[in-house]
């Protein structure tokens, strides 16, 4: 006959999610500071692009 067992609760999965949440908070701050960064360095040359008259397309041949 075989007998398998299983734990009911992994306590070492649990510390290391634990470990690894701050890594997780930080990182997530870091991509929120860099991409706010991008968009403020794009919005002055958007706004310059949108104050341009569009581009008029030569159909005479």
């Known amino acids: 006959m075989i007998s398998l067992t299983q734990p009911l609760i992994h306590v070492d999965s649990g ?3 634990a ?5 997780v908070d930080s990182a997530q701050a870091s991509f929120a500071q860099a991409r706010h960064d991008l968009i403020v360095r794009l919005a002055p040359s ?3 692009a949108a104050a ?3 581009l008029q397309l030569n159909t005479n041949g």
């Open 15 to 17: 510390y290391g999610y």
């Open 19 to 23: 470990q690894g949440r701050p890594a």
């Open 46 to 48: 958007s706004t310059s």
């Open 52 to 54: 341009k008259p569009p």
